[in-house]
């Protein structure tokens, strides 16, 4: 099955810009929507962008144009390009995989998740 690892995150001051990576592998990379999710310390976990196989991109309306997902399929990758980062990003950020082409923003449909990669954003 589809196993996923998330890098990059780390402490970045407010209206900095930051790119996590997400390396995919043990599965049909082309066969899975993927997606971005954060989760706020005691919070609970949002949606943040998601992308089909063969590239339509899906964002959360806070974001305001503000991050950018991509992926390259050749290499299993999947990317979140964050720019002007403010304070309220700061989040445990999760690459997950859900089966399938038909994209959805609720975490219960990914079945795939890594561990996930820790941004803090500094004032």
């Known amino acids: 099955q589809l196993q996923v690892e998330e890098s990059g995150g780390g402490l970045i001051q407010a209206g900095k810009s930051l790119k996590v990576s997400c390396a995919a592998s043990g599965g049909a990379f082309g066969l899975y929507f993927m997606g971005w999710f954060r989760q706020p310390l005691g919070k609970g976990r949002e949606f943040v962008a998601g992308i089909s196989r063969s590239k339509d991109t899906f964002y959360a309306d806070f974001l305001k144009g503000r991050f950018t997902i991509s992926r390259d399929n050749a290499k299993n990758m999947v990317y979140l390009e964050m720019n002007d980062l403010k304070p309220d990003d700061t989040a445990v950020y999760y690459c997950?995989?859900?089966?399938?082409?038909?994209?959805?923003?609720?975490?219960?449909?990914?079945?795939?998740w890594g561990q996930g990669t820790q941004v803090t954003v500094s004032s």
């Open positions: 997950a995989g859900k089966f399938g082409y038909i994209p959805h923003d609720a975490p219960q449909h990914y079945l795939h």
